[in-house]
């Protein structure tokens, strides 16, 4: 599994936009690139996943540059709720589909 | 709610005794997860069932942690003979495996053990 690294905490403040880089330099061909989000005493919610280029849905975007070897999750106009962990993941589509989790951005929206 | 439920929410046992918690998965979702979560850090994969049939387990998974889904549906997960360093958040999460693969699980509110 490709080891991800993302920057342990951010501040913003609210009505910016906020982008978290998560570098996976060894990621491989297979490899699916996801991001989680996770509010206190609660359970992990999926955000977004991608493979290469862009995606968009209706919470956030996802960059993936051509190599492939870093993502940014953009969050548009932050809100104080969107005060949580973020989740940068990536493997394959293994029988399973188990998620691997690291540490996580602790992003702490301000007003 | 048609989302994933656990229960308990929050269980204090002493060091040695057996504990069981529940999960009941989005009904249409043939794969549930188990995961646990200490403090500060992101959940770890501890077993999943597709339909009935347990098909991986962890290293993490000691022999005093056992997990069944009896019929497909609700899943337990026990631990026997508690131990201090069981104290974590038990996280359930389930998904519909449709050939294609997809890292998007839903995940229930958890169940927050802690042994004294």
């Known amino acids: 599994l490709a080891k991800t690294t993302q920057p342990i905490s951010m501040d913003s403040y609210e009505g910016q936009e906020v982008n978290i880089t998560c570098s996976h330099n060894?990621?491989?061909?297979?490899?699916?690139i996801t991001w989680y989000q996770q509010f206190p005493s609660q359970g992990p919610r999926f955000i977004i996943q991608?493979?290469?280029t862009k995606v968009t849905n209706e919470v956030a975007s996802l960059f993936i540059p051509a190599d492939r070897k870093s993502s940014t999750l953009s969050l548009p106009r932050v809100s104080l709720s969107d005060t949580a962990v973020y989740y940068c993941?990536?493997?394959?589509?293994?029988?399973?589909?188990?998620?691997?989790f690291g540490g996580g951005t602790r992003l702490m929206v301000k007003p | 709610d048609t989302g994933v439920s656990q229960d308990p929410r929050h269980k204090i046992t002493k060091r040695g005794q057996n504990v069981t918690f529940r999960c009941d998965p989005i009904?249409?979702?043939?794969?549930l997860y188990w995961y646990r979560q200490t403090l500060g850090q992101g959940p770890e994969f501890l077993t999943y069932?597709?339909?009935?049939?347990?098909?991986?387990k962890s290293r993490l998974l000691s022999d005093r942690f056992s997990a069944e889904r009896p019929k497909g549906s609700f899943s337990t997960l026990e631990i026997q003979r508690t131990e201090q360093g069981d104290s974590a958040m038990y996280l359930c999460?389930?998904?519909?495996?449709?050939?294609?693969?997809?890292?998007?699980?839903?995940f229930g509110p958890g169940t927050r053990l802690t042994v004294t």
């Open positions: 991608g493979y290469k």
């Open positions: 069932f597709q339909n009935e049939a347990q098909l991986e």
């Open positions: 060894n990621i491989a061909t297979n490899d699916y």
């Open positions: 999460a389930s998904s519909l495996e449709s050939g294609r693969g997809s890292y998007e699980q839903y």
């Open positions: 993941l990536v493997g394959a589509n293994n029988a399973g589909n188990m998620l691997t």
């Open positions: 009904s249409e979702h043939n794969r």
